[in-house]
């Protein structure tokens, strides 16, 4: 784990997060929607004008934090603010949802988050891949990465 990792995860709790502020309204936001388990609101970075993030509103830094009802509702969520995406005005042709979860993955604010996103022919926006996308696979590969990913996940017990 990097130390600058560690370090960001250490700072991250409810007091200090950033997205907890918000949800305790703490901090400014540009809120689109709001349930009992999770909030919605612009972006203050936008990919594209509309950027929204989709936020549970009880702290959980990383994704295996995350009780799994407001995992659910998190997307629950962001199909609402994706349609809204399309009927709202906003130059939309298409939506991403991206949730980076770590460090190497993205993640900046430790705070699990949702980006929901517009996209339109021409806007820029593209996901690069590593050299290894697209090359297929060998059954027997797959059929062993996925019998240790088995015994993972009943390692980890029920939900």
């Known amino acids: 784990m ?3 990792f560690a370090a960001t995860m250490a700072e991250s709790s409810s007091a200090s997060c950033v997205f907890c502020k918000i949800a305790r309204r703490e901090a400014p936001a540009s809120i689109l ?5 999770t909030l919605a609101y612009l972006d203050i970075q936008p990919i594209n004008p509309g950027h ?7 702290h959980a830094a990383m994704l295996e934090d995350l009780p799994p009802e407001d995992g659910g509702r998190i997307f629950q969520t962001g199909a609402r603010v994706a349609a809204a995406l399309r009927k709202g005005g906003v130059r ?20 699990v988050h949702l980006h929901v996103y517009p996209r339109y022919s021409g806007d820029g926006v593209g996901l690069r891949m590593g050299p290894r996308y697209g090359a297929t696979s060998a059954q027997t590969e797959l059929d062993g990465l996925a019998s240790r990913l088995r015994k993972a996940l009943e390692a980890l017990g029920p939900r």
């Open 2 to 4: 990097a130390a600058g």
């Open 92 to 111: 939309c042709e298409g939506v991403n949802f991206h949730l980076a979860d770590g460090e190497v993955a993205g993640q900046e604010i430790f705070h």
């Open 52 to 58: 929204a993030l989709v936020i549970p509103k009880a």
């Open 33 to 37: 929607y709001e349930d009992d388990r």
